[in-house]
């Protein structure tokens, strides 16, 4: 149990162009979902917060306007990278959690990558 | 804020030996510790966890760590290395509804 999925796995998009990353949680109710940003040999670096139904709290220093976060729904997460530009390269990783007895756990799916050209 | 550190970029074992990969934490509450391992263009999954209990906490694969209060720390070890052990580790706090990672540990396990 407790599955995320997320899609695509690798994506390619122009300098300019916006991009749509999703996140589902297969057999759980996410009532939280994480992004995250990986760079090559680094850390994950959480980049937002998003309850169902409410405005995602970022990070600080992740632009609000370019890396939008939507939640609408228990089951779905949307990240989209707006006017995407090389520097935007990276492994983008989601991972969910749910309200209840273990709700220290977070699920992570397995990551898209995206490169900008 | 709580934060974790992991002070070896790499470790490098011969295959049959066993494997620590070290990790320190710092958080104002009780810590929730967690370890996960990465291979190449994937995800994390999922290793072990301290919640609370037995201060040594056996996970998947053959992965243990151990909860030292006094020292602040959450070492992952395994008896006996294997080559497919090989991957990136990372040792994460979780704190309220905010989990952070240490900046990851590169194991590398020579037949």
């Known amino acids: 149990g407790a599955v995320v999925s997320q899609h695509p796995s690798r994506v390619i998009c122009k300098s300019g162009t916006s991009v749509k990353i999703e996140c589902r949680s297969l057999d759980f109710q996410a009532t939280t979902m994480f992004w995250y940003r990986q760079f090559p040999k680094q850390s994950l670096m959480l980049m937002a917060t998003?309850?169902?139904?409410?405005?995602?709290?970022?990070e600080q220093g992740v632009e609000k306007d370019k890396f939008l976060i939507n939640h609408a729904s228990l089951t779905l997460s949307t990240l989209t990278v707006t006017s995407a530009h090389p520097e935007d390269s990276s492994f983008y990783i989601c991972s969910a959690s749910y309200r209840g007895p273990r709700t220290y756990e977070q699920y992570f799916g397995p990551g898209t990558r995206l490169t900008v050209t | 804020a709580q934060s974790v550190a992991q002070p070896e970029d790499q470790v490098n074992v011969a295959e049959g030996n066993p494997l620590t990969v070290k990790c320190t934490y710092s958080v104002s509450g009780n810590p929730y510790l967690f370890w996960y391992v990465q291979y190449p263009n994937r995800g994390l999954q999922f290793l072990l966890k301290y919640i609370t209990g037995d201060n040594l906490v056996k996970g998947s694969y053959g992965f243990e760590a151990e909860f030292n209060k006094s020292q602040t720390s959450f070492h992952l070890k395994k008896p006996s290395a294997l080559v497919s052990d090989s991957a990136l580790y990372f040792c994460?706090?979780?704190?309220?509804?905010?989990?952070?990672f240490g900046a990851g540990t590169r194991l590398t396990v020579k037949p």
């Open positions: 998003s309850n169902e139904g409410s405005k995602a709290t970022y």
């Open positions: 994460a706090v979780r704190e309220y509804n905010d989990m952070r």
